[in-house]
């Protein structure tokens, strides 16, 4: 386990009760509070002293009511460092009213809109890239959450909105569970190879076979995305609780420091906080260091 606490640039908060999410109805173990007090709980020994609030998908037209519900909640918590709202993008100039809502929030760090489920070219429509073309005037980065399968679209949109800092979520969510590597290889070191792209080192495990994967199934994609980006353009998160339908958070912090084990300690601080805190400008209350077990 690392030796100083980390920032998870990657967690999901939510109660069902307050804000409606559709895509739950089907998962038991997912269709509950999830707040930071069960974040923390779930840590397992992990010290986290910061973490980014990642949007969860919320029912159609809540994207706002979503954030409004994190800042109620962990607002006062100097742990929540950010967060990364979702936004309707594909409204082109319809946006920016919601954009600047956004923005006006104290812990307004970052957008996201699901791709991951569109068909292909959804994320090419000229309303979509309207829309994240002006991200850039808030200073907000957009989280790209696509499946492996949309990259060709995926690094067109990148490279039509080079004003724009882009992070891959998930690593591109490779076909692990197939045992796939290209063209998801080749195809990540493209993306690496525009400046304005940044990785997330996340929901790895989740691509897996959820019940029977092992350390050898995942670190080759780890170790790829790392070579890639580099540790100065790749954070760590930890997609919880997502993560929780393959592991326990501290197995999968474990998997990520025996993949990095031979890294040298300003490349560990930069997976586990610099990347982060730069990326999302999380500020002095996401940075201040903590000695472990500090409360």
């Known amino acids: 386990m690392p030796d100083f606490p980390i920032i998870d640039a990657h967690v999901h908060l939510y109660d069902p009760e307050a804000i409606p999410f559709p895509w739950m ?36 037209g809540r994207h706002l009511d979503e954030v409004r519900w994190v800042e109620r909640h962990g607002g ?6 950010g967060i990364v709202a979702s ?26 809109r699901l791709i991951q489920d569109r068909p292909a070219g959804w994320a090419l429509q000229p309303g979509f890239i309207d829309g994240v073309r002006r991200l850039a005037q808030f ?17 067109e949109l990148v490279r039509l ?8 979520d998930h690593i591109g969510k490779p076909g692990i569970r197939d045992g796939l590597l290209e063209p998801w290889r080749t195809q990540l070191r493209d993306m690496a190879a525009e400046p304005n792209v940044w990785c997330k080192i996340s929901g790895v ?7 029977n994967w092992g350390f050898e199934d ?17 954070m760590f998160g930890g997609d919880w609780p997502v993560s929780k339908l393959a592991t326990d958070y ?20 930069a997976l586990y906080r610099d990347t982060a805190t730069m990326f999302y400008g999380l500020g002095q209350a996401a940075i201040e260091t903590q000695a472990p077990g500090a409360t």
């Open 161 to 168: 909105c080079p004003e724009v800092r882009f992070v891959l």
């Open 250 to 269: 501290a197995r999968w912090v474990d998997v990520v420091d025996r993949v990095t084990a031979g890294a040298a300690p300003a490349e560990r601080l």
């Open 76 to 81: 006062a918590d100097r742990r929540l460092a």
């Open 218 to 234: 995942v670190a080759p994609y780890i170790t790829h995305a790392l070579d890639c980006f580099g540790f100065d353009r790749a």
């Open 87 to 112: 936004m309707p993008l594909e409204n082109g100039a319809a946006v920016e009213a919601d954009l600047q809502r956004f923005a006006a929030l104290p812990h307004a760090r970052g957008v996201r």
């Open 25 to 60: 109805a089907g998962e038991s173990r997912l269709n509950s509070r999830h707040g930071l007090e069960e974040f923390f709980r779930a840590g397992g020994g992990v010290v986290v002293d910061g973490i980014v609030f990642v949007e969860v998908d919320a029912g159609p």
């Open 139 to 155: 200073s907000l980065p957009f989280d790209l959450c696509i499946r492996h399968v949309q990259f060709d679209d995926a690094l």
């Open 205 to 211: 495990v989740t691509e897996a076979d959820h019940r």
